[in-house]
Nanobody, 123 residues
Framework: VQLQASGGGLVQAGGSLRLSCAAS????????MGWFRQAPGKEREFVSA????????YYADSVKGRFTISKDNAKNTLYLQMNSLKPEDTALYYC?????????????????WGQGTQVTVSS
């Protein structure tokens, strides 16, 4: 699976951004897709995941109620709508994929990664 993330940028606190992740190379029906982020000097952390076939979702507590993960089956594209952004959301955001159906938050379980897209939230 090849993944291409886009949509990052600079936004003021309270603003919104939508990240996209275009997938190619495989049928995604047996995959879980996820978003992770890594801030400078910090470890990569889980943000959200979605089961591509069933649509079940899973969120980190830090983004629950503010971020929404979704997918477009026809376009093979994953999205992350980020609202009410905070300066602490500033990070390099990655999309990732893992074969299977369980919504896993451990990045070691994801075998496919896109390049990061930078999100910067100013206060």
């Amino acid at each position: 699976v090849q993944l291409q993330a886009s949509g990052g940028g600079l936004v003021q606190a309270g603003g919104s951004l939508r990240l996209s992740c275009a997938a190619s190379g495989r049928t995604l029906s047996n995959y879980v897709m996820g978003w992770f982020r890594q801030a400078p000097g910090k470890e990569r952390e889980f943000v959200s995941a979605i089961n591509w076939s069933g649509g079940n979702t899973y969120y980190a507590d830090s983004v629950k109620g503010r971020f929404t993960i979704s997918k477009d089956n026809a376009k093979n594209t994953l999205y992350l709508q980020m609202n009410s952004l905070k300066p602490e959301d500033t990070a390099l955001y990655y999309c990732a994929a893992r074969w299977g159906t369980y919504l896993i938050s451990n990045d070691l379980d994801y075998g496919y990664w896109g390049q990061g897209t930078q999100v910067t939230v100013s206060s």
